[in-house]
């Protein structure tokens, strides 16, 4: 039988707690969510860039400790979000593609409600994101997601679309 020090445990503890605390934050976890929903409008999936991702974490940090919910201003897309607890990956862009019934594709507009979000989650010309997520002050959470090339222009519709060229529901 194998005995483990008590270091061994603690180290091992450790370990499966950062894991744990890390699930659903992985740039895996951001992309598959987005892809997920591109894949229902016929949209190519999106990638990881490191250079957007180091952008969007440079941001999030510079942001602490109260995360104030202010856009960048720089030269990417930005979805941003804020929540409490383990808010995740997951749940900040599954709340961004929430507000996909508000948006109304025939008058590229938004109608009953904020859809920019989820515009700029499956805007045609992105190709690739990077994102990150800190903790604040408080117990909140910053997530900031930023998309390669930009999207979300007024007046322009790139979002997908199915074949007939409606957005479906």
């Known amino acids: 039988m194998a005995r483990f020090s008590i270091n061994t445990l603690l180290v091992f503890v450790v370990?499966?707690?950062?894991?744990?605390?890390?699930a659903q934050n992985s740039p895996k976890d951001f992309l598959?969510?987005?892809?997920?929903?591109?894949?229902?409008?016929?949209?190519?999936?999106?990638?990881?860039?490191?250079?957007?991702?180091?952008?969007?974490?440079?941001?999030?940090?510079?942001?602490?400790?109260a995360c104030?919910?202010?856009?960048?201003?720089?030269?990417?897309?930005e979805n941003l979000a804020e929540g409490y607890g383990e808010f995740s990956a997951v749940?900040?862009?599954?709340?961004?593609?929430?507000e996909k019934p508000n948006y109304d594709h025939a008058s590229n507009s938004?109608?009953?409600g904020e859809c920019l979000h989820y515009?700029?989650?499956?805007w045609r010309d992105s190709v690739s994101l990077g994102c990150a997520r800190v903790r604040c002050d408080k117990g909140l959470?910053?997530?900031?997601?930023?998309?390669?090339?930009?999207?979300?222009?007024?007046?322009?519709?790139?979002?997908?679309q199915d074949s007939c060229g409606r957005d479906p529901v």
């Not at 930023?146 to 007046?155: E, F, K, S, V």
């Open 119 to 122: 515009t700029q989650v499956v």
């Open 91 to 98: 749940d900040a862009v599954t709340m961004w593609i929430g």
């Open 15 to 22: 370990c499966l707690f950062a894991a744990l605390s890390n």
């Open 110 to 112: 938004c109608v009953g």
């Open 32 to 65: 598959a969510v987005h892809n997920v929903a591109r894949s229902n409008l016929g949209v190519r999936p999106l990638s990881w860039n490191a250079s957007v991702a180091a952008y969007a974490h440079n941001c999030a940090k510079s942001r602490l400790p």
């Open 68 to 77: 104030e919910l202010e856009h960048s201003q720089g030269p990417f897309g």
């Open 141 to 160: 959470i910053f997530v900031t997601c930023n998309y390669y090339p930009p999207g979300n222009y007024i007046g322009e519709s790139r979002s997908g």
